[in-house]
Nanobody, 128 residues
Framework: QVQLVESGGGQVQPGGSLRLSCEISAHTLTPRLMGWFRQAPGKEREFVAAIACNYGCTDHADSVKGRFSISGDNAKNTVYLQMNSLKPEDTAVYYC?????????????????????WGQGTQVTVSS
């Protein structure tokens, strides 16, 4: 059974920073593809960032490039999303997602359909 538990969400002022964590309990799911998606009220769930290739390759949405960074710690079974220079438009529920990695990936996929396992989500609110 695969379980994903997100943490680190909260409220922050514009320009501030947060670090989200996603711990995965899936010893059979290796190597892993891990991703972060977000969903704002009334909007579709959208890709934020992903990591694969044994944590050797990453991809980030254009809207967060230069501000957000995904990383992973294999020993802790945890993936992180460091979010800097936060904007009000970053306000959303952030979801962690996972699936098996593939040797055919050159960059991690941004399509939701590539991820079978999802966490419950953590709220991020950027407001003054």
């Amino acid at each position: 059974q695969v379980q994903l538990v997100e943490s680190g969400g909260g409220q922050v002022q514009p320009g501030g920073s947060l670090r989200l964590s996603c711990e995965i309990s899936a010893h059979t799911l290796t190597p892993r593809l891990m991703g972060w998606f977000r969903q704002a009220p009334g909007k579709e769930r959208e890709f934020v960032a992903a990591i694969a290739c044994n944590y050797g390759c990453t991809d980030h949405a254009d809207s967060v490039k230069g501000r957000f960074s995904i990383s992973g710690d294999n020993a802790k079974n945890t993936v992180y999303l460091q979010m800097n220079s936060l904007k009000p438009e970053d306000t959303a529920v952030y979801y962690c997602a996972a699936d098996s990695d593939s040797p055919y990936y050159r960059t991690p996929p941004s399509d939701r359909s590539a991820y079978r396992y999802w966490g419950q989500g953590t709220q991020v609110t950027v407001s003054s």
